[in-house]
T-cell receptor, first 113, second 113 residues
């Protein structure tokens, strides 16, 4: 099994729909992150969580929410999807200070039509 | 805030050519520096890292040296292969307790046979 598993891998949804992207990890790390990748923009941080009771906004959190259900699970929700949220979404986890690199999932490709 | 600047792409090289991808950063304190690689259709993988000045990270024939005086972490490989075709991201993680990864925009490398 992969260290970080994201579901679904691909999703097409309609404008205005609510959608949840799920992430689970087996690394045993407390820290988890959601990033969004857009061509030419690199990866931008949406939300991050340093432990189960800690949730923080990243640089582009508007339109998104998250839930940390357990140490191993971190979900990202789009309450009312819009077309400019079409992107590739990555979940990641890291050791306490991130100095050994992050482990990423394979990504969820989301298309909002 | 922290930022990472990568050279503009894309880059196209012939097999066995020498590769340099420039990366410079702005950060307070003493960040850790990373190169991540994203092969087509996959998530990001840690390629190499350096955690302090003058450290050299290396992996799969790629190298990068942490240059504090020039705030740079350029990626090099002496002889690229077709299998090196991917998107390469430079990133930094600051040294604080609340550290997060900040990415550059990424650069696409294509290697021709």
């Amino acid at each position: 099994d992969a260290d970080v598993t994201q579901t679904p891998r691909n999703r097409i949804t309609k404008t205005g729909k609510r959608i949840m992207l799920e992430c689970s990890q087996t690394k045993g790390h407390d820290r988890m992150y959601w990033y969004r990748q857009d061509p030419g923009l690199g990866l931008r941080l949406i939300y991050y969580s340093f432990d189960v009771k800690d949730i923080n906004k990243g640089e582009i959190s508007d339109g998104y929410s998250v839930s940390r259900q357990a140490q191993a699970k971190f979900s990202l929700s789009l309450e009312s999807a819009i077309p400019n949220q079409t992107a590739l979404y990555f979940c990641a986890t890291s050791d306490p200070r991130g100095n050994y690199g992050y482990t990423f999932g394979s990504g969820t490709r989301l298309t909002v039509v | 805030g922290d930022s990472v600047t990568q050279m503009e792409g894309p880059v196209t090289l012939s097999e066995e050519a020498f590769l340099t991808i420039n990366c410079t950063y702005t950060a307070t304190g003493y960040p850790s520096l990373f190169w991540y690689v994203q092969y087509p259709g996959e998530g990001l993988q840690l390629l190499l890292k350096a955690t302090k000045a003058d450290d050299k990270g290396s992996n799969k024939g790629f190298e990068a040296t942490y240059r504090k005086e020039t705030t740079s972490f350029h990626l090099e490989k002496g002889s690229v292969q077709v299998s090196d075709s991917a998107v390469y991201f430079c990133a930094l993680s600051d040294s604080g307790a609340n550290s997060k990864l900040t990415f550059g925009k990424g650069i696409t490398l294509s290697v021709r046979p």
